[in-house]
């Protein structure tokens, strides 16, 4: 089965507080990506990665950055955080061969920023 | 612009009734549409991809590209089936992303 592992499932940080969320995945996927979940408004994807050191905007990427130095693990920064940015974080991953749509997903983040 | 629109924040069924989770597509070609549920305090997980044609734990979802819909059926809720769903689609043109819908909170009562 694959394991995509986000290493926080609860996080509390102050506002400017500089936050980092880590996900591994063990499947060597190819693809990587970090959704919010919000309620009513669903997922949003705010950044992915196709390859190592590769990565591309997703809708909403202001306010974030990402790392992905290593093929298994994918970063998600928030340089100086904000209440507005209270949210479930989900990291998922998929592998190129024979794309089918199925991503599969972390069990998520849950950031409150106070 | 590729969307994809569940009108139903909200949706709940009585065990033993048909339950229908409404799934609506802005995208110019051939889409490829996917149902994913999530349980309480599971993760996000695919129940079903169109091209498969498949039943996944009673459900069936029928692509209509005159009425641009993908709607998820079951004819007899189950308690389990309570859950988060949401319907997705393959974007086209560079790479590909699975777009999401805002999802619908179905809740099944005994």
């Known amino acids: 089965d694959v394991k995509v592992t986000q290493s926080s499932r609860y996080l509390v940080k102050r506002t400017g507080e500089k936050v980092f969320l880590e996900c591994v995945q063990d499947?060597?996927?190819?693809?990587m990506f970090w959704y919010r979940q919000d309620p009513g408004l669903g997922l949003r994807l705010i950044y992915f990665s196709y390859d190592v050191k590769m990565k591309e905007k997703g809708d909403i990427p202001e306010g974030y950055s990402v790392s992905r130095e290593k093929k298994e693990r994918f970063s998600l920064i928030l340089e100086s955080a904000s209440t507005n940015q209270t949210s479930m974080y989900l990291c998922?991953?998929?592998?190129?061969?024979?794309?089918?749509?199925?991503?599969?997903f972390g069990e998520g983040s849950r950031l409150t920023v106070l | 612009a590729q969307r994809v629109t569940q009108p139903e924040k909200l949706l709940s069924v009585f065990k033993g009734a048909p339950v229908e989770l409404k799934c609506n597509y802005s995208?110019?070609?051939?889409?490829?549409l996917f149902w994913y549920v999530q349980y309480s305090r599971q993760r996000l997980q695919l129940l079903l991809r169109h091209i498969s044609r498949e039943s996944i734990k009673g459900f069936t979802a029928d692509l209509n590209k005159g009425e641009t819909s993908f709607h998820l059926k079951k004819p007899f809720a189950q308690e389990e089936d309570s859950a988060m769903y949401y319907c997705a689609l393959i974007t086209q043109g560079g790479s590909e992303k699975l777009v999401f819908g805002k999802g619908t909170k179905l809740t099944v009562n005994p």
């Open positions: 995208y110019s070609g051939s889409p490829e």
């Open positions: 499947m060597d996927h190819e693809n």
């Open positions: 998922a991953s998929r592998g190129l061969a024979g794309f089918t749509g199925e991503l599969f």
